[in-house]
């Protein structure tokens, strides 16, 4: 049996594709949710895909992914920088938590460049674009065993 990963993001990532394109590239999220699915069924994983432009939302989600899911990928947007909320609901998750960002945030304005998820992440992938996620779930495939 697949196991089951959730990749979760953050605020304004429904906009993908068409929010400052010069940053996040031209693939829209449906575009990222399609490549991880394929990704995932190649490493015999399942991935449930969500997002979420409110943070209390994404707390429900992580905290229902302890009943249902082995690891997660998250791409907390700009709650990474803001949400003790969200680390706190990683932090009671058992499985391996990745963490993804579209865009160097260490390239950018100082205030991205602390995260509070990152305290939590068994890892941290961040610049490669979209490939991120890919990236990600290879990782995860390789944690999970």
């Known amino acids: 049996m697949s196991k089951l990963i959730l990749i979760l993001n953050g605020p304004n990532l429904n906009l993908l ?19 991880c699915a394929a990704q995932a069924a190649e490493l015999g994983l399942d991935v449930q895909f969500q997002q979420s432009n409110h943070e209390g939302a994404l707390v429900e989600m992580i905290q229902e992914a302890r ?7 998250i791409n907390p947007a700009a709650y990474s920088h803001t949400s003790v909320a969200i680390l706190d609901a990683l ?12 865009s160097n945030i260490h390239k950018r304005e100082a205030f991205r460049h602390h995260s509070y998820i990152s305290a939590r992440a068994d890892g941290v992938i961040a610049g490669f674009g979209v490939e991120g996620y890919q990236l990600a779930l290879r990782r995860m495939a390789s944690l999970l065993g």
């Open 17 to 35: 594709g068409t929010r400052q394109p010069e940053v996040y590239g031209g693939d829209t999220l449906a575009d990222v949710e399609r490549d």
């Open 67 to 73: 009943e249902t899911s082995a690891g997660i990928i």
């Open 91 to 102: 932090n009671m998750f058992d499985g391996p938590v990745l963490e993804v960002h579209i």
